[in-house]
């Protein structure tokens, strides 16, 4: 009785490693960013990060970049969530290719997903912020 609940408790940790290690890999998975900011294809350009967060945080940056650019007078740039969510659904195409390492292929994902991961990764930080 006392092997089986043994190999029992083994199998529970063993899930738990497997989960964790996905969402670490997850976490650090290659990803390039692919940006059309216009209609004209002359225009494309792309960006690799080290994980999904770090490509995400590009995204900010580009945007902050175009603020800067706009305004560029001005000591301090701010914006909120749902300006560049408009920035975002402005450019004619913004997606990304996310490493996959169970099938060693490239994973496509679009404006919604980036956005969806935008939303986590600044909420994340200003639950980190406030604390």
């Known amino acids: 009785m006392q ?18 290690l996905r969402i670490i890999f997850a976490l650090q998975s290659h990803t390039i960013l692919l940006v059309q900011p216009t209609k004209r294809p ?3 350009t792309y960006a690799d990060y080290e994980s999904v967060n770090e490509c ?3 995204v900010c940056k580009m945007y902050e970049e175009h603020l800067k650019r ?8 701010t914006y909120d969530i749902s300006q560049l969510f408009d920035f975002i659904d402005d450019l ?3 997606s990304c290719l996310v490493y996959r390492a169970d099938t060693q ?25 406030a604390k």
């Open 70 to 77: 706009m305004n560029p007078n001005s000591p301090s740039i």
């Open 92 to 94: 004619a195409d913004l």
């Open 56 to 58: 995400m945080e590009g």
């Open 42 to 44: 002359e225009g494309r």
């Open 105 to 129: 292929t490239y994973q496509p994902y679009n404006k919604d997903w980036i956005k969806e991961k935008i939303y986590v990764l600044l909420r994340r930080q200003a639950q980190q912020a």
């Open 3 to 20: 092997f089986v609940v043994i190999v029992l408790i083994l199998e529970k940790m063993k899930h738990s490693f497997i989960i964790i």
